[in-house]
């Protein structure tokens, strides 16, 4: 087994030495990557600072006379990532370990969001206590928060630094020892106002003989599953929630990014898409709410999460959106229309049933959609057990008829 350590040297020599001493000790390989740019090396690394350098298209003495900070750890987080790749591709990198201040956990980081899910990374840093979204992204990053500078070795860094090995230790050389059954794998979308339509369509498609993987449509749950389906990991995408959507357009916290329904159709597997909860924009503590809102219909979900009632106008802008996204696609396709209402809020006698937005989300993507996207309707909202089993007997029919 072989663990990447990827660290700057030239600041951080003595901890990233302490972390490979304690992986050798329990009779793992070592291989230090050095992504500092400043000075020389404390020991030297197994893949220099020059070579990460010209990994990136550039040269370490470029970057030391002539780059700035940022331009420097850029191109060092984009050589680190090619050093990466290659050694995961020659199969001598079965976990990455890095250690350090927001410089290198930038580096560190970016390198391990392009191994596949289920390779083991994780991340010793001084931002892990905050906001690690922009470091760990859509994938299985661990982070672990430093508590003190990664600056010297005393009795807090150690055992913090120790139990980072330890821990990356026990995840490259585990072995489960279990039979895994090979069932084609389908991922599917869900939020809290989704759940009982989620729940009952996995249930069946279960039964079914099918593998499930759900994904929380909050951003980064999305970016994932299309990456995932990228990747080749899903069989086939039960899209019950595409509320990602909304926040993309109107501008709410939990957007997945413009590329969000294309991933499915760009690899031509099967897909059955629904509205779920596009009756909503994200947004956190109601004051956080931005003022251009005022005067919009919300729900408090809890202290952390506002929701905003998306309008006619919005929801036929949304129709058309969706409706070229699936017609994009190369694959078996299909939308599945709950009329009565599109999330638990969405249902007559709660806050956010309004009809008039319902239809033009409605039109728009019947105006739009293609004939090529098969569509059905029906008299249920999202959530009633009959409009899950439409959507888990659309999908398994496409399964079968592609195998």
């Known amino acids: ?4 350590i990827i660290g700057t040297l030239d600041t951080k020599a003595e901890e990233i030495g302490f972390a490979r001493d304690v992986l050798k000790a329990q009779g793992v390989d070592v291989h230090v990557v050095d992504a500092g740019v400043m000075g020389e090396p404390g020991f030297e690394p197994e893949t220099p600072a020059s070579e990460v350098a010209d990994a990136a298209g550039t040269t370490l003495e470029h970057l030391r006379e002539e780059a700035g900070r940022g331009e420097a750890m850029e191109a060092m987080g984009e050589g680190a990532t090619v050093i990466v790749d290659r050694l995961h591709e020659e199969g001598i990198l079965d976990g990455v370990l890095g250690l350090g201040g927001s410089g290198n956990t930038s580096i560190a980081t970016a390198a391990m969001r392009t191994l596949p899910v289920g390779v083991p990374t994780l991340m010793v840093s001084t931002m892990a206590s905050g906001d690690t979204e922009p470091y760990v992204g859509a994938r299985d990053i661990t982070m672990m928060y430093s508590v003190a500078d990664i600056e010297g070795l ?5 055992q913090i630094i120790s139990n980072a090995a330890l821990a990356m230790v026990g995840m490259v050389t585990n072995d489960p020892d279990t039979d895994i059954e090979e069932r084609p794998t389908i991922a599917m979308t869900m939020f809290g106002v989704t759940t009982p339509c989620v729940q009952a369509a996995r249930e069946l498609l279960e039964e079914k003989g099918y593998e499930t993987i759900v994904f929380h449509a909050t951003g980064t749950g999305g970016r994932a599953m299309e990456s995932l389906v990228e990747e080749g ?9 595409t509320t990602e959507w909304a926040d993309e357009l109107v501008g709410g916290v939990l957007s997945a990014g413009p590329d ?28 956080s709410v931005p003022e251009e809102f005022e005067g919009r ?20 802008e949304l129709g058309e959106i969706i409706a070229e996204k699936l017609n994009a696609a190369t694959g078996p396709t299909a939308l599945v229309l709950p009329l009565e209402g599109v999330s ?6 709660e806050d956010f049933h309004d009809p008039e937005a319902d239809a033009a989300l409605f039109d728009a993507l019947r105006s739009t959609l293609d004939d090529d996207v ?30």
């Open 374 to 403: 098969e569509l059905l309707e029906r008299e249920t909202d999202v959530n009633d057990e009959a409009f899950a089993e439409v959507l888990a007997e659309t999908l398994d029919e496409y399964m079968r008829d592609v195998d």
């Open 233 to 241: 990991v899903i069989d086939g995408v039960l899209d019950v929630t």
């Open 260 to 287: 969000r329904l294309e991933a499915a159709g760009d690899e031509g597997i099967p897909q059955v898409v629904s509205t779920g909860a596009l009756d909503m924009v994200n947004f956190g503590p109601r004051d």
């Open 1 to 4: 087994m072989s663990v990447v």
């Open 154 to 158: 005393n009795q807090l860094s150690r």
């Open 344 to 349: 638990a809020l969405d249902v007559e006698g």
């Open 297 to 316: 219909q919300f729900h408090i979900h809890n202290p952390q999460v506002t929701l905003m009632r998306t309008t006619p106008e919005e929801n036929a």
